[in-house]
């Protein structure tokens, strides 16, 4: 392809201005799982950068449109499998909105704590990864090391370490021990000042400022059109978080801050992120501070759901964004219709336009910096 | 005993015996080292990282490099369709062979060198940008994407590079008065305060000087935060993308032969040579303990900080490095001229 104006001062006086395609995967180091990037590239600078998304597509939807909801609700762990809490909550949620079941305090307490628990490993998986695009490895291991600590306590009350199925249609599958609350104490004291030292040894860092300060600004009005959600909207300066927008569960109880940005560039994603975590930790200190107690389980929840016909919506904030369940019952055992909003898709499709002009290396950090898990995109 | 021992160095200090003595030593020091240093690495990167590190193959993973050369070995040589064989096979020969011949002017005691010449400073800088070409050669016979993107990289790091590290290479020389490696170390003989990290009063920029060429070094060896040849997760391997078992084995040992050089050079040029700290024994010891430091520095900044931006590291050079070095050079002129007026 030759392009007859110039795109970049890269391009020397009177050469001619050939541009290249670089094939950035399915396997490349830098994206994490399957996600293609089709690069036309100039030099090293990014003219347009398509992603190619179904490398990992399993029909998630119409699985869902086959099976009955309690069949369906382990997939709701495998679409991100980072933050595996917050989808099934976010399928149970749908699901008990529409049959009106409501959940014992006790139970949404502990979802609230697993599911900031859950965060809190997404992020860390996130740090360490986006680190690793940057070329520093060191990092990934301690963050793995915070996150087995979370996997231990997880694994603990609901026998996974990485896809739970945790959540019923009205409430847990089991009740919370005690070894499980003590380490949470546990975890909330020791993950602190870990915080601490990551700040002052990573965020700190001036290699890592230099390459994240003003490197890959997105606008608020660029992640409205693209309809991007969660810490990469927050780092834009725009403070839309659904538990504070829409609070479901028991959010609304808790006193903690939606931490906003709005530079728009790398290192407010980044530390939007960061922060995130330290909130996560107050929310469950908060929740293991007024556990109620009680049941765990929502009485005379039939064995098979027979959802009432109508068209029900529940949003979750899940690690990389909002995560939206729409249900259409037409009053059988199986859904109609049922609808994953998943935030990959939508903070990925923005990429095209952010990174048109930035050099290879800022275009992969802005990539890192969404926070992708493939499966999620392509479902 | 004594006597049958002197005999036979003296019959192997005679011309065509030395030769082949020293190419046996130079060769085999370069293998070890380059073999052990991996192991090193794999080790500091270990204990950085809160891990053990390789255990399995032999006492704490020692004979973890002989298993990763078998492997090497044992793959097989593929030459990617399209590629210039001829080039694509000579890059790894082009890398390593630099190397060994610019060790070959090291004093690592005293009289303790293949050859002393009293160029080799000189020796050691024309030698050592053929190492950088044979990248670029690698890159570009593989006829990889990547592999092109990471060889022109790697010559506009290196011409940034090169100058910063001549400049101090050249205020070295003006300081010493010599280009002989011998006579620098010489010099600096009779405790650290007579290092010529330490020679304020030649040069009140030295330890300055030093900062210089220690990172120079880092960009010119290609190492950590300076790693764009072979920046993993934007180029995948760079220059080494197409090269499978021993070729790439090649340019993984001339890595490593690469921080030996230029940790061995930062010793004698800075931290005197074999002279000890305190002005007693000096020895080949001191010579391995100080460039065994350095070395080990060199890992850990490289399991430390992340990768530098491209233009970050140009940036450096031509901004920072090249004024900072160009005044000290012109500094120590100064000085020399003021000190001899003086005297």
């Known amino acids: 392809m030759i392009v007859s104006e110039p795109i970049s001062p890269s391009v020397a006086g009177n050469a001619p201005h050939e541009t290249f395609i670089l094939n950035l995967g399915p396997q490349h180091p830098a994206t994490h799982g399957v996600l293609r990037v089709k690069m036309t590239m100039d030099g090293e600078y990014v003219v347009r950068a398509e992603p190619v998304c179904g490398y990992i597509h399993r029909m998630q939807e119409k699985m869902g449109e086959n099976r009955t909801y309690a069949q369906y609700l382990p997939n709701t762990s495998r679409i991100d499998y980072l933050s595996a809490m917050n989808y099934t909550h976010g399928f149970v949620g749908a699901v008990e909105r529409a049959a009106r079941i409501q959940v014992p305090p006790r139970a949404e307490y502990i979802r609230v704590i697993t599911s900031e628990l859950g965060r809190i490993s997404s992020h860390l998986v996130w740090w360490g990864a986006f680190l690793l695009d940057l070329g520093g490895f060191t990092p990934l291991l301690y963050a793995f090391d915070d996150r087995e600590k979370i996997l231990d306590l997880l694994e603990g009350i609901t026998g996974a370490r990485l896809t739970y199925c945790y959540y019923r249609f009205g409430g847990l599958y089991n009740d919370v021990d005690e070894t499980f609350l003590k380490g949470a104490r546990q975890f909330v004291a020791q993950m602190r000042p870990r915080l601490k030292m990551y700040r002052a040894l990573v965020t700190e860092n001036i290699i890592l400022r230099k390459r994240l300060i003003g490197i890959g600004p997105i606008s608020a009005e660029l992640c409205r059109r693209y309809g991007a959600t969660g810490p990469v909207i927050r780092g834009s300066g725009v403070p839309y978080d659904v538990r504070k927008a829409e609070p479901y569960s028991v959010y609304r109880e808790f006193d903690f801050d939606i931490p906003t940005f709005p530079e728009g560039d790398s290192m407010a994603r980044y530390l939007v992120r960061m922060e995130e975590m330290a909130q996560s930790l107050r929310i469950i200190e908060q929740a293991l501070d007024h556990l109620p107690g009680g049941p765990v389980m929502a009485e005379k929840v039939p064995r098979v759901l027979k959802l009432p016909a109508g068209d029900y919506c529940y949003a979750v904030e899940a690690a990389r964004g909002r995560f939206m369940v729409r249900l259409v019952s037409d009053n059988k055992e199986i859904a109609y219709r049922l609808k994953l909003r998943t935030p990959c898709l939508s903070n990925l499709s923005l990429f095209e336009e952010a990174s048109r002009g930035m050099l290879l290396a800022d275009a992969l950090a802005l990539l890192g910096s969404l926070d992708l898990v493939i499966p999620d995109i392509d479902r | ?343």
């Not at chain 2, 290196?158 to 070295?172: F, G, K, Q, S």
């Not at chain 2, 305190?278 to 060199?298: C, E, H, N, R, T």
């Open chain 2, 1 to 343: 005993m004594n006597a049958l021992l002197a005999k036979t160095i003296t019959f192997l200090d005679t011309e065509p015996y030395r030769l082949v003595v020293w190419v046996l030593i130079i060769v085999t020091f370069v293998a070890i080292n380059a073999a052990y240093l991996v192991w090193v690495e794999r080790k500091g990167a270990g204990r950085f990282q809160r891990r053990p590190g390789p255990t399995e193959v032999g006492p704490a993973g020692l004979l973890q490099p002989v298993a990763d050369g078998l492997k090497l070995m044992a793959k097989q040589l593929i030459v990617p369709a399209g590629a210039d064989t001829m080039l694509f096979r000579a890059a790894p020969l082009l890398v390593m062979a630099p190397v060994l011949m610019s060790l070959a002017v090291i004093p690592f005691g005293r009289g303790l060198a293949a050859l002393n010449l009293n160029v080799g400073l000189l020796i050691v800088f024309a030698l050592g940008p053929i190492n950088l070409m044979a990248i670029m050669l690698g890159g570009w016979a593989s006829r990889n994407k990547y592999a092109v993107m990471s060889a022109a990289r790697v010559v506009s790091q290196n011409v940034a590079y090169e100058i910063p590290m001549l400049l101090v290479v050249t205020t070295m020389a003006m300081v010493s008065g010599t280009l002989d490696l011998n006579q620098i170390v010489e010099q600096q003989s009779g405790g650290f305060w007579h290092w010529n990290l330490f020679r304020v009063w030649v040069n009140p920029l030295m330890p300055v000087t030093f900062l210089i060429f220690y990172i120079c070094m880092l960009a010119e060896t290609n190492r950590a935060p300076f790693d764009m040849a072979e920046a993993e997760s934007e180029l995948v391997a760079g220059a080494y993308t197409e090269y499978g078992g021993m070729g790439f084995g090649v340019f993984f040992m001339a890595e490593y032969a690469n921080i030996v050089l230029g940790c061995s050079l930062a010793t004698v040029l800075f931290l005197g040579g074999w002279q000890s700290p305190f002005g007693l024994m000096p020895g080949v010891v001191w010579f391995l303990i100080k460039m065994y430091f350095l070395i080990f520095s060199v890992v850990w900044i490289r399991w430390t900080f992340p990768r530098t931006q491209f233009y970050g590291l140009l940036n450096l050079s031509w901004k920072i490095l090249i004024p900072v070095s160009l005044f000290t050079l012109i500094l120590s002129a100064a000085m020399i001229k003021i000190l001899r007026a003086l005297s």
